[in-house]
């Protein structure tokens, strides 16, 4: 057992002491830095079944799909880690056309799923910003019906915008957006980072995403070289701080046409795969009623990836919608799952992995955070 988590003086040593923790929200920067430091199997199975009591308790058991459509890789950030970054002149480039993306947003409506995510590289000129609102709309109004009265939930994650262009997102009928913060340690955030982005413009972006009316959802990529268990404190406490609606985090994965995966292209998988865990189940801890994905980077460092997120205290899986001879073109990091699969076969693969961890699909339904809808009354 690792010497922080075994202090009895936190309450961190059983079960029954991190639920009272949770209920009293009596995690401080202290205590979160004891349970990142998790080192034992009985250890991490305290924290992850007490997650898990939590998320039960206040979600409920439903898991929810956002059907994830990559709809475009071209991107005018050089972000340092990223595989689709500006400057990586390897990458063939690709935007979906408008038919494409609604085939595939139709398809999931059909099956049931909720929700999707358009995601792409990250692009302000006015031709895709047009070309994001028209395909926002256009999904809302053909995806209106009897089992879905107000369409398909739509979700956001292009990055970085101006505030007007948010409102025009909101007002096309998109109401949920992800923007990871990525780390909130200004140090870090500038090494991963070209000088021209900045950690203070991120975190503008969330507040005005918030102030419009989103559903906001943020993250941060976990074991990184260089990036210690205060750092990823720091982030956890950001994130309640910001009181989020949403978290998507996930093991960062080296990619080796990157100027941080040239550097480190193997690191220790191990370590940010249970990092990754570990920080899913202390958000639940500290957060509560927030929606947290169970991230494709997990799976691609662990085949049963996802289910270990799910059963850590995560309730959204993103399954696969783009078009498979695009997704490899996708590549934010070597080792995507998935890449050869249709949406069809990743569908009847993600049923099974949720019901073997003993949970149920939310089919035919937004499925939106709990806390958003708490924050709002
Ligand atoms: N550009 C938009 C943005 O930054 O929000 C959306 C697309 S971006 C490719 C989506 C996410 O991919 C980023 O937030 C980042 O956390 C993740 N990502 C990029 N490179 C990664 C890597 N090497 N390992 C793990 N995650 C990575």
Redesign the pocket.
């Known amino acids: 057992m690792s010497q922080m988590y075994g202090r009895e003086d936190v309450g961190l040593t059983d079960e029954g002491g991190l639920e009272a923790m949770a209920a009293a929200n009596a995690f401080g920067r202290e205590e979160i830095i004891a349970l990142l430091s998790a080192n034992t199997t009985r250890a991490r199975e305290t924290i992850r079944s007490a997650a898990e009591k939590m998320l039960l308790k206040h979600c409920g058991d439903r898991v929810y799909y956002r059907g994830l459509i990559e709809f475009s890789n071209v991107?005018a950030?050089n972000?340092r880690?990223?595989?689709?970054r500006g400057g990586n002149t390897y990458v063939k480039r690709y935007t979906l056309s408008y038919e494409e993306i609604l085939a595939q947003a139709l398809w999931c409506a059909e099956q049931g799923y909720g929700s999707v995510v358009l995601?792409?590289?990250?692009r302000c000129d006015r031709e895709f910003v047009e070309f994001v609102i028209d395909t926002v709309r256009v999904i809302k109004n053909r995806t209106r019906g009897e089992r879905l009265p107000d369409g398909l939930g739509v979700t956001l994650?292009?990055?970085?915008q101006s505030r007007e262009t948010y409102e025009r997102f909101f007002e096309a009928g998109a109401h949920r957006y992800?923007?990871?913060i990525?780390t909130t340690s200004p140090r870090l955030f500038s090494a991963w980072h070209p000088p021209e982005q900045s950690l203070e413009n991120r975190i503008a972006c969330l507040q005005a995403l918030q102030s419009i009316g989103f559903q906001v959802g943020t993250?941060?990529?976990i074991g990184v070289p260089g990036q210690s268990i205060e750092d990823l404190a720091d982030d956890v406490l950001f994130m309640r701080d910001l009181d989020v609606d949403m978290v998507g985090m996930?093991?960062?994965?080296?990619?080796k046409q990157?100027p941080?995966?040239e550097k480190d292209p193997t690191g220790d998988p191990t370590y940010r795969f249970e990092s990754a865990l570990l920080m899913i189940a202390v958000v639940r801890l500290v957060m509560k009623d927030v929606n947290i994905a169970a991230t494709t980077?997990l799976q691609a460092l662990d085949p049963q990836g996802r289910e270990h997120g799910l059963a850590f205290g995560a309730n959204v899986i993103m399954p696969q919608l783009t078009p498979t001879e695009k997704r490899k073109d996708y590549l934010?990091?070597e080792g995507k799952p998935c890449v050869d699969e249709t949406a069809t076969q990743c569908k009847g693969c993600l049923a099974a992995r949720i019901a073997s961890v003993g949970r149920v699909v939310g089919y035919e339904r937004w499925g939106d955070s709990v806390h958003f809808a708490r924050r709002r009354k």
């Open positions: 991107c950030r972000c880690y990223c595989g689709i995601q792409s590289g990250e994650c292009v990055g970085e992800l923007l990871r990525e993250g941060v990529m996930g093991p960062y994965i080296p990619h990157t941080l995966g980077a934010l990091y």
